[in-house]
């Protein structure tokens, strides 16, 4: 059974979110937009909540929209989630008989079946306590009447759900009662004469040892001394020594796994570093679902990337795509999201104080500027899309000077959610349509020549209700180097003139066209002058005051987004 919607209302920060799964479903987004708070909902109504006793729910996973609000007062916690067949006959006929039984089934016109779950709480006036409540729907949002209270439990059997969290530590997981170690422990694969042979081997060598090691005879004598204290009678050999387990389930639960060293030294998994750890609980999770697991489960998974090394988070993706089942998964990697398919991303962002959704896959783009988005963005610059603004510049210059300007006048853009994009080996109007299409703010900065004319005028098609003083920034000069040279700092690109490019300059300095020879001859040397540029600002040198208008205008869209 696969999952394909999942409505959530005033729980935690989300008051209102319609998501729509598939088979593998990637959450992005910025802090405290509801990544986690979307799988939470799923393992309230998949797991904790049992039946209508009780709440499962604590207080604070009521919506509180101000500081004063009281969990008591707020409204009712809504999880509703849509079960669906994408072809009629998807679930088989043993798996729809039963939920027919459990009259929780419903069939639409295009005769696909569907199972509709609510789950909430609320907070009960007459009994002064959070209750819990669940109930099934039709295909309209009406409750269904006659479902026997055993439903709730034989669907939560059905779909097999599991939520791995973003700590995995190794101790717990990979200890004999851990949910996923323990069935790998069991021995009742064993016929009854083999686990006897085994037992009546490890006997033999248990004697083996104890009878080459002296003082163990010492301390047996010694322990027998008890029954001067306490009578032992009936039992003989009261006393024994297990250097091995003498039990096949004894031993068997003692069994840990290794891992090699880079000396070769094989060591516990849980005395590895906590990279190698939280790998080693999700290539443990895989095996188990191989190997037990039956049906197609649905997986939460927090952060799988936790703790690993970029260049194994990039390499990730293909162990998780080998993991069975129904995946929605929460991640703050860049590197992991340019591993995975855009159409699997869904980013969720806060609008007027709402969460909202976004799919990549609704993104209107032909296949060449599919493969744009894919090199120049979700591959290359898969952070970006995690940013709750971008500055487009044309190039890396751009990129490097505002990024270090505004470190330079004390403002954070990371700490902003402002990221810098430069668009020059692709379009400038892929990166908006792509912004407007995440809910990403925006704002632009342009070179002033023949294609930074161009890209003006993309930009203004392209703005919707916007002002356009507050999105487009524009250079009087041809490109950004020039305008440095008109701002005060010619000096600094005349100091990297040598000997030969200074004869690349065939016009005096006073000449208009002499900062468009002068930053071209120098152009080898292009970063190193906006290093200096910045190095004189930061001592005291006057900010260009387009690049402060720059900054100040993505401030206001971040803090407005």
């Not at 005769?111 to 006036?125: Q, Y």
């Not at 422990?185 to 064993?190: A, M, N, P």
């Not at 162990?319 to 980013?347: A, C, F, N």
């Amino acid at each position: 059974m696969k999952l394909r919607r999942i409505q959530i209302e005033n729980f935690r920060g989300i008051t209102c979110l319609d998501l729509k799964l598939d088979d593998t479903t990637v959450l992005i987004g910025e802090n405290n937009t509801g990544k986690t708070a979307v799988l939470d909902a799923l393992r309230f109504a998949l797991r904790d909540v049992r039946s209508r006793r009780g709440c499962s729910f604590d207080p604070y996973d009521f919506h509180l929209p101000n500081s004063t609000s009281d969990p008591a007062d707020s409204p009712a916690i809504s999880i509703r989630l849509t079960f669906q067949e994408n072809e009629a006959g998807d679930w088989g006929d043993d798996q729809l008989a039963r939920l027919d039984r459990a009259k929780i089934a419903q069939i639409d016109t295009n005769g696909c079946a569907s199972v509709i779950l609510k789950v909430g709480a609320i907070f009960d006036e007459a009994s002064h306590e959070f209750i819990q409540y669940w109930e099934f729907q039709n295909l309209d949002g009406a409750q269904l009447t006659n479902v026997p209270d055993t439903a709730l439990v034989m669907l939560q059997n059905e779909v097999s759900y599991y939520y791995l969290a973003a700590l995995r530590e190794a101790t717990r997981h990979f200890d004999a009662k851990g949910v996923f170690w323990r069935p790998f422990l069991k021995e009742s694969q064993l016929s009854a004469e083999t686990r006897s042979e085994i037992e009546e081997k490890l006997a033999d060598v248990n004697q083996l040892i104890i009878s080459s090691h002296d003082t163990f005879a010492q301390v047996v004598d010694r322990l027998k001394d008890i029954q001067q204290v306490v009578s032992m009678t009936g039992v003989d050999d009261f006393v024994s020594v297990d250097a091995v387990p003498s039990r096949l389930y004894d031993m068997l639960s003692k069994a840990q796994v290794n891992l090699s060293t880079g000396t070769g030294a094989k060591v516990p998994v849980a005395r590895h570093g906590e990279g190698t750890q939280s790998l080693a609980v999700l290539t443990l999770f895989n095996a188990y679902l191989q190997a037990w697991n039956k049906g197609s489960p649905i997986v939460a998974m927090e952060e799988p990337e936790a703790h690993l090394h970029p260049s194994a988070v990039r390499a990730l993706w293909q162990l998780i795509s080998q993991i069975p089942g129904q995946k929605i998964i929460s991640t703050h990697s860049g590197d992991l999201l340019s591993e995975v398919p855009s159409e699997s991303i869904i980013r969720l962002c806060r609008h007027n104080g709402l969460t909202i959704s976004k799919r990549l896959k609704d993104i209107p783009l032909d296949d060449k500027n599919r493969r744009q988005f894919d090199y120049h963005i979700r591959q290359a610059r898969g952070e970006l899309l995690f940013a709750r603004c971008w500055i487009l510049g044309e190039g890396q210059t751009e990129v490097t000077f505002l990024q270090e300007l505004a470190r330079s006048l004390g403002n954070d853009l990371e700490r902003s959610g402002i990221r810098c994009g430069a668009y020059r080996q692709s379009n400038i109007s892929l990166f908006i349509e792509v912004a407007e299409a995440r809910g990403i703010y925006w704002v632009a900065l342009t070179d002033n020549d023949y294609q930074g004319k161009k890209d003006q005028e993309k930009v203004r098609t392209s703005i919707g209700l916007r002002q356009l003083e507050d999105v487009l920034f524009v250079m009087i000069e041809d490109d950004i180097e020039q305008h440095l040279c008109a701002s005060g700092f010619v000096h600094i690109y005349e100091s990297f003139l040598s000997t030969q490019s200074k004869n690349n300059i065939k016009v005096s300095e006073t000449n208009q066209e002499y900062p468009k020879q002068l930053t071209k001859a120098v152009k080898d040397h292009k970063i190193a002058c906006v290093h200096k540029v910045l190095e004189e600002i930061q001592e005291g040198a006057p900010v260009p005051p387009l690049f402060e208008c720059v900054i100040d205008a993505a401030i206001r869209g971040a803090n407005s987004a």
